[in-house]
């Protein structure tokens, strides 16, 4: 699945208050960074994720957000990316998306 160009239209919206905001796509989705540090991807599903690392990470289990997880095919192992869902408060709040993605970019 790949996305829209208004689903991409919406995150660079919603995360434009961060000022020097730029997007690549990767693998079906696309990466988010400020000056050049990835925050956060877009997934092809169309789930926003934000990257954390560190002290962040806590602060998004403790926030509810869920770690992105997966499996190989033929493999029982899970495996994590540091990569977390983002509040719900957030997918539709401009000042909440840059408050939390500030957070994020403070630990990266």
């Known amino acids: 699945m790949s996305l829209s160009d208004e689903e991409i239209g919406h995150v660079t919206e919603l995360f434009s208050g961060l000022g020097d905001l730029s997007v690549r796509k990767m693998f079906g989705g696309v990466g988010l960074y400020h000056h050049g540090t990835i925050f956060a991807v877009l997934m092809s599903d169309g789930t926003l994720r934000l990257k954390g690392a560190g002290a962040f990470m806590d602060?998004?289990?403790a926030e509810g957000c869920t770690r992105w997880t997966y499996t190989r095919e033929g493999s029982d192992t899970i495996r994590s990316m540091p990569?977390?869902?983002?509040?719900?408060a957030a997918l539709d709040d401009p000042d909440e998306a840059v408050a939390w993605a500030r957070r994020a970019l403070q630990h990266l």
């Open 59 to 61: 602060v998004l289990d």
């Open 83 to 88: 990569y977390w869902t983002m509040p719900d």
